[in-house]
């Protein structure tokens, strides 16, 4: 049994783990991807310089219901994760967020009501902490 010529071009190569596009039909272009990354990296930058506004006060908010809303929305996780992947060359192309980061870093360190956030917190909190904040900063200390 012999394929027709269109059969063989329709069938894909198994197991190499990327596709071969000879139409051109491909969509993905990586000048467009770095532009949607820095406006990603631009928009959580604002939003992380607002919380870093809220968080800096000459009077520091001293209300336990704060920790708890901190512990419980995604600023936690946030920078965790920010701080888990951070390599010197993560921080050196993004450091304005990095900076925002380790600004609220500091205001809660500052604040008696939120310095328990960058210790362990509870399991009970989703999704459930793999490092501390502070466990974080001591390894990201390691590699400088």
């Known amino acids: 049994m012999v394929k027709k010529p269109s059969e063989q071009k329709r069938r894909k190569k198994k197991g190499t783990g990327y596709g071969a596009d000879s139409h051109n039909n491909s969509k993905w272009s990586a000048a467009e991807w770095l532009e949607n990354r820095k406006v990603y990296y631009q928009e959580i930058l604002r939003v992380v310089s607002i919380f870093v506004s809220f968080l800096d006060c000459e009077k520091p908010l001293v209300d336990d219901r704060l920790s708890e809303i901190i512990k419980e929305s995604c600023l936690l996780p946030l920078i965790e994760n920010a701080l888990r992947s951070g390599s010197l060359l993560d921080i050196s192309k993004e450091v304005e967020l990095f900076k925002s980061y380790l600004g609220i870093i500091k205001n809660m360190a500052n604040n008696p009501s939120t310095i328990g956030c960058l210790l362990e917190i509870d399991k ?12 974080l900063l001591i390894k990201l200390n390691g590699i400088a």
Request: hydrophobic share 10%; charged share 35%; aromatic share 8%.
């Open 124 to 135: 009970k909190y989703k999704p459930e902490q793999t490092d501390s904040i502070h466990q």
